[in-house]
């Protein structure tokens, strides 16, 4: 009973460098969410899913892409990474968009 | 827009009460829940209040009042265990309806001997 999975858990990269967060859930959930947490910030939408081959922008959109090929996978680009970007990222998936949100572990980035 | 408001830390003694308070605006209301967050964790729920009331659930109950905007988390018996943050949350509602959820920043709670 994985819930949601995200991979990788840690990352150090270098500004300017690009990579991919994933995001993997087997509750067969419509809905998949893109959350960053920075100190004093709390849970900032990034961007969300509302099915497969759908995506939106959030509150905190620029400077990502997300890509939802499959109704499992919950994909986050960064193309260019900022040291503004340095956060921990959570995914999280829901079956109807308003209840029963599953969050991931959680990836720690750090851009130097 | 939505707003949510909530002390950003408190410190309670073991085996004390706290209460967690949190006031929020929406343009529509779908419910309110409450998250637990541990230090390096991911969120995990605690509850949700649709109607105005307490909602009881062990050691912990949360409060909603509709009418004044506002839900009080209730932890009793505190342990050390319960030393985390707590986020409250509320749903979005967009053109497309209720899909996705906003919380607030959390507040951090100390428990100490």
């Known amino acids: 009973n994985a819930g949601v999975t995200q991979t990788p858990k840690f990352r150090v990269l270098k500004t300017g460098q690009s990579m991919t967060l994933l995001c993997a859930q087997d509750m067969n959930h419509e809905y998949m969410y893109w959350y960053r947490q920075d100190p004093g910030m709390g849970l900032r939408l990034i961007h969300y899913s509302v099915g497969e081959g759908t995506t939106a922008k959030g509150e905190v959109p620029d400077g990502y892409n997300v890509s939802r090929l499959k109704k499992q996978n919950f994909l986050l680009g960064l193309e260019s990474a900022a040291p503004s970007q340095t956060s921990v990222y959570f995914c999280a998936s829901s079956p109807t968009g308003d209840l029963g949100y599953t969050f991931g572990s959680g990836t720690r980035l750090t851009v130097v | 827009g939505q707003n949510i408001d909530q002390p950003t830390e408190m410190t309670a003694t073991e085996g004390a009460i706290v209460q967690i308070n949190c006031t929020y605006q929406?343009?529509?209301?779908?419910?309110l829940f409450w998250y637990q967050q541990h230090a390096g964790e991911a969120p995990t729920f605690l509850s949700y209040?649709?109607?105005?009331g307490l909602e009881e659930k062990g050691r912990f109950s949360s409060f909603l009042s509709r009418s004044k905007g506002y839900s009080y988390l209730l932890l009793k018996e505190l342990q050390m265990k319960d030393s985390a943050s707590y986020l409250c949350a509320v749903p979005l509602r967009s053109s497309g309806g209720y899909q996705k959820v906003t919380f607030g920043i959390g507040t951090k709670l100390q428990v100490i001997p």
């Open positions: 209040n649709v109607l105005d």
């Open positions: 929406t343009s529509g209301f779908n419910g």
